[in-house]
């Protein structure tokens, strides 16, 4: 084969462009509350109805598109959760099982969640055998078995 054949520019380098209405509409999906009317949203970014948004909205590179549109929102919005704890933390009265969550979310945050998997613990396969002599706590176990009734004792 010669390189002219291979070099032929049919491919593209990466995924396909996300088009302009779909990347309005992940914005305007992104700060709607509730469910979302498709065929408004369809009218508002430009598409001619509700299926032929959706249909753009279920393509890959689109569905990346919203993906990381979400996580660079929600990202945006946790960089503002340290300032929040402290006011939380640092308010006078108020609930006070608040204030001691809060504290630990700054201390997860200041160690970067190594406290939050050192109190978990590491879970491993096994069983536990407990024995337990009897005491005043602990009473013997009383066996409750029914005694049979006399009658059908000759059969």
């Known amino acids: 084969m010669t390189a002219d054949l291979i070099a032929h520019?049919?491919?593209?380098?990466?995924?396909?462009?996300?088009?302009?209405?779909?990347?309005?509409?992940?914005?305007?999906?992104?700060?709607?509350?509730?469910?979302?009317?498709?065929?408004a949203l369809a009218r508002s970014v430009g598409y001619s109805n509700a299926h032929m948004l959706r249909r753009a909205l279920a393509l890959p590179q689109n569905i990346r598109y919203l993906r990381a549109h979400k996580r660079a929102m929600v990202e945006e919005i946790n960089m503002g959760n340290p300032e929040r704890l402290r006011r939380i933390a640092d308010a006078q009265g108020g609930n006070q099982m608040a204030k001691v969550a809060a504290v630990r979310g700054l201390e997860l945050m200041q160690?970067?969640?190594?406290?939050?998997?050192?109190?978990?613990?590491?879970?491993?396969?096994?069983?536990?055998?407990?024995?337990?002599?009897?005491?005043?706590?602990?009473?013997?176990?009383?066996?409750?078995?029914?005694?049979?009734?006399p009658e059908f004792e000759d059969m």
């Not at 995924?15 to 509730?34: D, F, N, Q, S, W």
């Not at 978990?120 to 078995?145: H, M």
Request: glycine share 8%.
């Open 9 to 39: 520019g049919n491919r593209r380098e990466g995924p396909p462009p996300v088009p302009e209405k779909v990347r309005r509409a992940a914005e305007i999906m992104a700060v709607t509350p509730g469910p979302i009317d498709y065929a």
């Open 111 to 149: 160690n970067d969640g190594e406290a939050l998997s050192r109190d978990r613990g590491v879970k491993s396969p096994g069983v536990t055998i407990v024995i337990e002599a009897p005491s005043a706590l602990n009473p013997p176990v009383v066996d409750v078995t029914p005694e049979p009734a």
